[in-house]
């Protein structure tokens, strides 16, 4: 039995302190650092996280679930951030029922309250709600084609943990517009690396889904300017990954720009004589 905390970080140094504190009532975290140059790794030292260096990678990456595989000695596993805190309650719950021996269940479902620039709300295009942040490891399977949907816990034994509003886990990411953009980039880089075979339609069709999303389903427009700036940073993120989904499979422009340098050097070669 017993739970462990897994959590991959990249330079995380002013955020991690609040989620390892709200980690010391699982049996054992698992810090997964990506080669971070801050303070992270001392941080993590100072409340008794076992660390594991990723070599080679600062971008979010599915591979980093075998090392949840790999390192993770309980049964149960909680997968957080260093976006993530947990309310005590909440805490107590989840420790209460993954020590049961008859708790049949391959997963919990948390409540979930996901902060975007200060900003939870129901019309928000990044959803609150339930998250499936605890699970058995022995259920879990890798996509290893996917980023945002690496996690894959294919059962039905599910137990929605229910309780007051306040009582969840609150997900503070995206402090500021340049840390939104900086976390993009590295979702952008990744996803164009490992979603390689999936077509340019299909990215297409997301950045019509998140139109669609903020328009139709949120109607974030009814937030007032807030709810406009949510749009447009949500449809900017999908097509952003578009872009360099498309750059990985069709873009040409190193060829084209070593050509034109060589043919100017030529030029101006020929011009001197």
């Known amino acids: 039995m017993g739970i462990s905390a897994f959590l991959p970080v990249f330079n995380e140094e002013k955020r991690i302190e609040y989620s390892l504190i709200s980690l010391q009532w699982c049996d054992e975290v698992i810090l997964l ?7 992270t790794i001392d941080l993590a030292k100072k409340y008794g996280a076992k660390i594991y260096l990723m070599e080679n990678s600062d971008n979010y990456n599915p591979l980093e679930l075998n090392y949840l595989i790999k390192y993770c000695k309980k049964e149960w596993v909680i997968l957080f951030t260093a976006s993530d805190l947990i309310h005590p309650q909440l805490a107590s719950e989840i420790k209460r029922l993954t020590d049961k021996d008859d708790f049949d ?3 919990i479902e948390v409540p979930f309250k996901r902060y975007i620039l ?5 019309r928000s295009p990044w959803k609150s709600g339930y ?3 605890v699970f058995r490891k022995n259920i879990l399977k890798i996509n290893n084609d996917r980023v945002h949907d690496a996690l894959n816990l294919d059962t ?3 137990y929605k943990l229910k309780g ?3 009582q969840c886990i609150y997900h503070l990411t995206h402090e500021t517009v340049d840390s939104m953009m900086n976390r993009h980039l590295r979702y952008w880089r990744a996803e164009a690396q490992f979603a390689g075979n999936e077509t340019l339609k299909k990215a297409f069709y997301s950045v019509l889904y998140a ?3 903020i328009i139709i389903n949120r109607k974030s427009f009814l937030l007032g300017w807030k709810g406009v700036m949510l749009g447009f940073a949500f449809i900017t993120y999908y097509m952003m990954s578009f872009v360099y989904k498309w750059e990985k499979k069709y873009s040409t422009a190193e060829k084209t720009y070593t050509d034109i340098r060589k043919q100017i050097h030529n030029d101006w070669a020929n011009h001197k004589k």
């Open 105 to 107: 269940y391959d997963v």
């Open 164 to 166: 007051p509003k306040d």
């Open 131 to 133: 998250a499936s942040m």
């Open 156 to 158: 039905e034994k599910r």
């Open 33 to 39: 650092d990506k080669n971070s140059t801050d303070g």
């Open 118 to 122: 200060g900003i939870e709300d129901k």
């Open 211 to 213: 139109i669609k999303t």
